[in-house]
């Protein structure tokens, strides 16, 4: 952990190791913390498979297998799992284990692209993120068209209707909402190259700006943010070459983590929501911070 500004500082755990938890998946995505269940999921999206993390013994089990291709996972406020899948061009085909939401494919008569991060709202509302990464190729889903413009999108939790909210970014991708949900942040790995944050107006976004734009610390060199998580002091943990970049509530840059692999992902976990775990190339990393994650997974 390296402490950009002297801000950074009291979110360092003195001692404590970055944890290799596991290795050899083909490219991980995905943590989610479930806290009932004490354990991790996450995905590993070219072998269709989704790996679960126990904490009581550390073993790692095949936790869905098909899945999918399924790449960002959470959990809603009534436990339920909730994964983007790249096969099928549907949110998790919004895939909400024993639930209707799994049959939501199609926006106005047109098949999603490869949904990729999802947030829940205390609303209830479901917001997710559909570049086209998982149609590109057979890798990572199906190859094949696409139909409907990169944009981010909201479930209603009553009627189910999927509404676009913002098409902006060029390839919208990782996605988080502030400690008081006021705000939404969404990660742009396309032309924008950068984090964008908006107001959040009941079903719609308001008032979007651009955040903060990433390089690697030191060299200058272009960075991007992939997934992104909010901690309870409005920090924002990016899964960002050369590995974690937090970012304070003001933009500025403030600390990284270095890795020796790709992080895309981050969440925050463990009995007491202070442990960073990371999903970055063919690993799960984990890291004790003096932080808390602001939502519930």
Not at 37 to 56: A, M
Not at 251 to 256: A, D, F, L, S, V
């Amino acid at each position: 952990m390296v402490a950009l500004d002297p801000r950074f500082r009291p979110y360092i755990v003195r001692n404590t190791p970055i944890m290799r938890l596991h290795v050899g998946t083909m490219w991980a995505e995905g943590p989610a913390w479930n806290g009932v269940g004490r354990y991790l999921v996450w995905s590993d999206i070219p072998n269709n498979v989704q790996h679960r993390w126990i904490e009581d013994d550390g073993r790692v089990t095949a936790f869905r297998r098909p899945a999918g291709n399924s790449n960002g996972n959470t959990f809603d406020y009534e436990g339920r799992q909730l994964s983007c899948e790249h096969s099928g061009r549907a949110h998790g085909a919004l895939r909400v284990e024993r639930d209707r939401y799994r049959d939501r494919r199609q926006v106005s008569g047109k098949r999603l692209n490869s949904p990729n991060d999802a947030v829940v709202h205390p609303d209830g509302g479901i917001w997710f993120t559909d570049p086209s990464y998982g149609i590109r190729g057979n890798y990572e889903g199906i190859k094949g068209e696409s139909e409907t413009k990169e944009a981010v999108y909201r479930v209603d939790p009553k009627t189910l209707q999927i509404d676009k909210v913002n098409d902006e970014a060029g390839q919208p991708n990782g996605l988080c909402f502030s400690p008081d949900y006021k705000k939404l942040y969404v990660a742009d790995t396309g032309s924008g190259r950068d984090i964008r944050v908006y107001d959040v107006d009941g079903k719609a976004l308001r008032n979007g700006k651009r955040f903060v734009v990433l390089d690697v610390p030191g060299s200058g060199a272009p960075s991007y943010a992939d997934g992104i998580r909010c901690d309870a002091d409005g920090n924002i943990w990016c899964g960002a070459p050369p590995g974690v970049q937090v970012v304070a509530p003001g933009g500025e840059r403030i600390g990284m983590i270095r890795l020796p692999e790709t992080c895309a992902n981050v969440c925050f976990g463990g009995q007491r929501r202070n442990r960073l775990f990371m999903t970055a190339s063919q690993s799960l990393y984990a890291l004790y911070v003096e932080t808390t994650g602001a939502h519930i997974a």
